[in-house]
């Protein structure tokens, strides 16, 4: 068995790393197949030739840890990254602007409402957002308008949720 599997190891070696791209992943992973080449010798086909079935082991194998690699992402040490890389920006204030939006979009009479999101976010023509409503180009044009019109008052009118100019002093007993 070792004499068949022994001269491999370079070229395993090789593939995996072209597979893997990475030299510590494609070693970790030549010795997965090796292991279970060595657990499973007893499975080859006697008539086979061991460096197809070999290859296909690793390849499959391979093939498994992109796969699992793609579900969990990449593996990052700690010791290697510096702290700003895990760092991400607060959207708290996004969170809320995007609430804020909705909430004043809801506030829209049906037909406005209907008529902004099918051209404005779902990015159809007047005809189009026309044939889908059922109604002619210029009563689509006029719901536009309107909508736009009210929509930019409402959102004037929103009160700014955080202020964070004027500092928040709570007491705690």
């Given at each position: 068995?070792?004499t068949l599997?022994?001269?491999?190891v370079p070229?395993?070696?090789?593939y995996?790393?072209?597979?893997?791209?990475d030299?510590?992943a494609?070693?970790?992973?030549?010795q997965?197949?090796?292991e279970?080449?060595?657990g499973r010798w007893?499975?080859?086909r006697?008539?086979?030739?061991?460096r197809t079935?070999v290859?296909?082991?690793?390849?499959?194998?391979?093939?498994?840890?992109?796969?699992?690699?793609?579900?969990?992402?990449m593996?990052?040490?700690?010791?290697?990254?510096d702290e700003?890389?895990?760092?991400?920006?607060?959207d708290?204030?996004?969170?809320?602007h995007?609430?804020?939006?909705?909430d004043?979009l809801?506030?829209l009479?049906?037909?406005?409402r209907?008529?902004?999101?099918?051209?404005?976010?779902?990015?159809?023509?007047y005809?189009?957002?026309a044939?889908?409503?059922?109604?002619?180009?210029?009563?689509?044009?006029s719901r536009?308008?309107r909508?736009r019109?009210?929509?930019?008052?409402?959102?004037?009118?929103v009160?700014?949720?955080?202020?964070?100019?004027?500092?928040i002093?709570?007491r705690?007993?």
């Amino acid at each position: 068995m070792m004499t068949l599997v022994e001269p491999l190891v370079p070229a395993l070696r090789r593939y995996a790393r072209s597979l893997l791209r990475d030299r510590s992943a494609a070693d970790d992973l030549v010795q997965d197949c090796l292991e279970r080449v060595v657990g499973r010798w007893h499975q080859r086909r006697p008539d086979g030739d061991a460096r197809t079935w070999v290859f296909t082991i690793l390849h499959n194998l391979a093939i498994n840890r992109l796969k699992q690699t793609a579900r969990r992402g990449m593996h990052v040490a700690i010791e290697e990254q510096d702290e700003a890389s895990f760092a991400t920006p607060p959207d708290q204030e996004d969170r809320l602007h995007h609430q804020a939006i909705l909430d004043v979009l809801s506030q829209l009479p049906e037909d406005q409402r209907s008529a902004l999101l099918l051209v404005s976010v779902e990015d159809l023509s007047y005809a189009e957002a026309a044939a889908v409503l059922g109604v002619p180009i210029g009563t689509v044009m006029s719901r536009l308008s309107r909508g736009r019109h009210r929509l930019a008052q409402l959102v004037n009118d929103v009160p700014k949720r955080i202020d964070t100019t004027i500092p928040i002093l709570r007491r705690v007993k």
